[in-house]
């Protein structure tokens, strides 16, 4: 027995080894490899279309410099898909619940970004930090403002994430057993909390 809801957000241990390794790998271990033939078989066929529909609809709204990040950006979202949808079986961690691992992800990610374009644009990305029209004695303050929005932004994202994702988690986690308690009591009450535990696990999927 839990002593805490929260208890399902710590990451378990076995013999004082952290689980949260294995939880991380095991997404890449369900996927198959393609085999060097020309013909393979329904599973592979579906899972290369799927892969190829994904990177299409990714890279869809970026210029065709950006289209080589299409390896990093679709191997990051499949993972993250994948751990989520994960996660939302019984019995298993979501390592994405932790902030560490979503600043992990974060910071690096919002860092490239930032010296790329100033690297390759750095005339937009600095126009980035003043809002055009602005008034000249604002100028200062708005930079400072907009400098340091620059800065919290994967903080504020990680946090926002983790959030929902813990609050997600959490509703179904209360609701499950508010429906455990209520079946012998109260069966039709049980059975209406069940169904609003349905929708919200189709949300969390969604989430996911």
Do not use: C
Request: hydrophobic share 60%.
């Amino acid at each position: 027995m839990m002593a805490s809801f929260f208890d399902q957000f710590a990451s378990p241990l076995y013999l004082g080894i952290p689980l949260i390794a294995i939880a991380i790998t095991l997404p890449w271990v369900l996927y198959p490899t393609p085999p060097p033939r020309w013909i393979n078989n329904r599973l592979i066929t579906i899972q290369g279309w799927f892969i190829n529909r994904f990177t299409n609809q990714l890279m869809l709204p970026l210029n065709m410099g950006g289209h080589k990040w299409a390896l990093l950006l679709v191997s990051l979202m499949v993972f993250l898909i994948t751990i989520n949808m994960l996660g939302l079986l019984p019995y298993t961690f979501t390592p994405t619940t932790q902030l560490s691992l979503n600043m992990g992800f974060a910071v690096p990610l919002w860092l490239a970004t930032v010296i790329i374009g100033m690297r390759n644009q750095p005339t937009v990305a600095l126009g980035h930090l003043l809002p055009e029209g602005t008034p000249i004695p604002l100028i200062p303050v708005l930079i400072i403002i907009e400098t340091i929005s620059l800065f919290i932004r994967p903080l504020a994202l990680g946090v926002r994430l983790t959030a929902n994702l813990t609050a997600g988690h959490l509703l179904i986690q209360l609701i499950a057993t508010a429906v455990f308690v209520l079946l012998p009591m109260m069966p039709t009450v049980a059975i209406l909390t069940a169904t609003v535990l349905f929708l919200l696990t189709l949300l969390e999927i969604a989430v996911a």
